[in-house]
């Protein structure tokens, strides 16, 4: 099994920026990504990243904005969001897996075994 805990969260004023980190435990997993779920909408995929390769992908609306990394040694995932706005105000969760077919993309949530219970980002304006 694998646990994930997020933290980095908090307030930020409009073009702040900000870092995530999520810490992993348990098995080796094969991908991780980071998802959020502004107030009164869908949870929407922010970014992923393959363990072992370190391939990444993000969601096309956030790229140049966010990146993302991790270490395997801390086995810690980061995300790292610049320029931020009050829209990117959200809970943002860690998600994780320890097997990927490779059929469907890494931006479905149904790709991701375990989550995390969330951080909150507010951007105030």
């Known amino acids: 099994q694998v646990q994930l805990i997020e933290s980095g969260g908090g307030l930020v004023q409009t073009g702040g920026s900000l870092r995530l980190s999520c810490v992993t435990s348990g098995r080796t997993l094969s991908h991780a990504g980071w998802f959020r779920q502004a107030p009164g909408q869908a949870r929407e995929f922010v970014a992923a990243?393959?363990?072992?390769?370190?391939?990444?992908y993000f969601a096309d609306s956030l790229a140049g904005r966010f990146t993302i990394s991790r270490d395997i040694a801390k086995k810690t995932m980061y995300l790292q969001a610049y320029g931020l706005g009050p829209e990117d105000t959200a809970i943002y969760y860690c998600?994780?897996?320890?097997?990927?077919?490779?059929?469907?993309?890494?931006?479905?949530?149904?790709?991701?075994?375990?989550w995390g219970q969330g951080t909150q980002v507010t951007v105030s304006s």
């Open positions: 998600a994780a897996a320890t097997f990927y077919s490779g059929v469907y993309s890494l931006k479905l949530e149904s790709q991701y075994e375990t």
């Open positions: 990243i393959t363990w072992r390769g370190g391939a990444t």
